[in-house]
């Protein structure tokens, strides 16, 4: 978020507007952008800087906007509507600098080493694969954007050398269809396919099954990597995703909070060896859980459930890259059993139950352990 507002912001042409619903826009454009519903008045950032003087609180209050960083959660986050309204807005105010052309390229660069100054080796990114913009106005479809974002991966391996790349798992709402033609088309990019949003408040997955169920009628291969059970509303509709999300063949489990209440769907997990994508500041931050200590994963933990560390999104929570995560897991939802070994199972299961294939998965361990073992010489005795 820094080096969106510090850098990107400050670029020409591009302009911001503050809506209604005290929230913010950003348009790159070579003229003043018209009015729109939400947007009755675009300035040109530079021309509103220049006005002034010391920009230094404004560009705070624009990072602001772009997180969920407060002082105060509990009083300006009272509940889960609230934080999720404010999660929302900023995803959408981000938008307008992130889907632009020549942003998205040095955005997705800028996150790659972000990731790898934290040891990542290898990245599966969520992407609704927006439609990004020229400053001209010309419109780029969803290829372009894969395109864009393995050529960007392309450069980043061959800067550095031990980066093993970076694959998508496409969340477009009910855009099965799409998927399974990307996947088709860029089978070394797209990981496979997920739907992503507020699931409280959105449909079942089971609501999607007859477009869920394409793959399997086409003779289509498109893996399933599942949003399921981030909710702590049990017995409704949407706390049956976690069933519906294993016996549709998901490969993982994005959050799974609700899994360690469902017996059924935590054996069935286990069997398949279907592993859960723990994002813990993420549950405590859109209000889940407030003590890590009482999360359900620490249940799944000490039952030795397959599980994998994630960030979920960490620049909305004022973090960066993974360790803060890794943190948290290891001293709020390990408890004082959690040791070395506990790091080591899971990081390397990062690599186990990533969608790589073998010989990646294999090279990728190989790597990892060279780096395990400095590490460890390193710190240890």
């Not at 509990?74 to 307008?96: R, S």
């Not at 899994?259 to 054996?267: F, Q, T, V």
Request: proline share 5%.
């Amino acid at each position: 978020v820094d080096w969106l507002v510090k850098n990107v912001t400050y670029r020409p042409h591009c302009y911001v507007c503050f809506t209604w619903d005290s929230s913010v826009r950003f348009l790159f454009s070579a003229r003043p952008p018209p009015p729109r519903w939400d947007c009755f008045s675009w300035q040109l950032l530079q021309t509103l800087r220049g006005k002034l003087g010391d920009p230094t609180g404004f560009d705070n209050s624009l990072m602001q906007h772009l997180t969920l960083f407060t002082q105060d959660p509990d009083g300006e986050y009272p509940n889960q509507d609230v934080v999720w309204e404010k999660f929302e807005k900023a995803f959408i105010a981000a938008a307008g600098l992130i889907t632009h052309a020549p942003v998205l390229r040095d955005y997705f660069y800028k996150g790659l080493e972000e990731l790898h100054q934290d040891n990542i080796m290898y990245l599966e990114l969520r992407s609704g694969l927006s439609r990004t913009y020229e400053l001209d106005g010309t419109i780029h479809d969803k290829v372009w954007t894969l395109k864009t974002l393995q050529e960007v991966t392309t450069k980043f391996t061959a800067d550095h050398p031990d980066f093993l790349g970076a694959r998508v798992i496409v969340s477009v709402k009910a855009a099965v269809q799409e998927a399974i033609q990307l996947q088709k088309d860029f089978p070394d990019v797209v990981a496979g396919f997920d739907m992503v949003g507020r699931e409280d408040s959105g449909r079942t997955l089971w609501y999607f099954r007859e477009a869920l169920s394409l793959p399997a009628e086409l003779g289509a291969t498109l893996p399933y990597f599942f949003h399921a059970g981030e909710t702590d509303d049990e017995g409704t509709d949407i706390d049956q995703n976690i069933l519906d999300a294993l016996l549709f063949n998901t490969s993982r489990i994005g959050h799974g909070y609700a899994l360690a209440r469902h017996p059924l769907s935590k054996e069935l997990a286990k069997k398949k060896n279907v592993a859960v994508e723990l994002c813990p500041i993420s549950n405590q931050v859109l209000k889940l859980v407030s003590d890590l200590r009482n999360h359900p994963a620490t249940v799944l933990m000490s039952e030795g459930h397959p599980m994998v560390i994630s960030s979920d999104d960490p620049s909305l929570f004022g973090t960066s890259g993974l360790s803060y995560d890794f943190y948290q897991a290891f001293v709020g939802i390990g408890g004082f059993k959690a040791n070395l070994g506990t790091l080591k199972e899971l990081a390397a299961n990062s690599i186990r139950y990533s969608s790589l294939p073998a010989h990646l998965k294999e090279k990728g361990h190989v790597a990892w352990e060279t780096k395990w073992d400095a590490f460890v010489a390193d710190n240890c005795c």
